[in-house]
């Protein structure tokens, strides 16, 4: 199972990047599929979650800015992000789950099996 994230680098404040995660060696079309991120020096933190049956969740941080999306049929999931911060710099690892996964469970990182290597995101003037 290989989920490879791509479309980080650096953007200005205020400017707009669009990540992607292909999955392949399994199916995640049932299943949540998450972003998360880390900056140095700080734990890993939930940003964006979608499932086809139990929707989607974003952290306060990113609402209103950022837009999760999924091509089922691509097995593709992307993160739209808009109105960039310096403080979203950070690597953003893309996160694969299972179909039993409850809604309450998709903020955290240790309901997700599968992990992406991360794209590294860069804010800055």
């Known amino acids: 199972v290989q989920l490879q994230a791509s479309g980080g680098g650096l953007v200005q404040p205020g400017g707009s990047l669009r990540l992607s995660c292909a999955a392949s060696?399994?199916?995640?079309?049932?299943?949540?599929m998450a972003w998360f991120r880390q900056a140095p020096d700080n734990d890993r933190e939930f940003v964006a979650a979608?499932?086809?049956?139990?929707?989607?969740r974003y952290a306060d941080s990113v609402k209103g800015r950022f837009t999760i999306s999924r091509d089922y049929a691509g097995e593709t999931m992307y993160l739209q992000m808009s109105g960039l911060e310096p403080a979203d710099t950070a690597v953003y690892y893309c996160?694969?789950?299972?179909?039993?996964?409850?809604?309450?469970?998709?903020?955290?990182?240790?309901?997700?099996?599968?992990w992406g290597r991360g794209t590294q995101v860069t804010v800055s003037s």
């Open positions: 979608l499932s086809r049956s139990r929707g989607r």
């Open positions: 996160a694969g789950g299972s179909r039993s996964m409850i809604f309450s469970s998709m903020n955290t990182a240790k309901a997700y099996d599968y």
């Open positions: 060696g399994r199916s995640f079309n049932g299943a949540p």
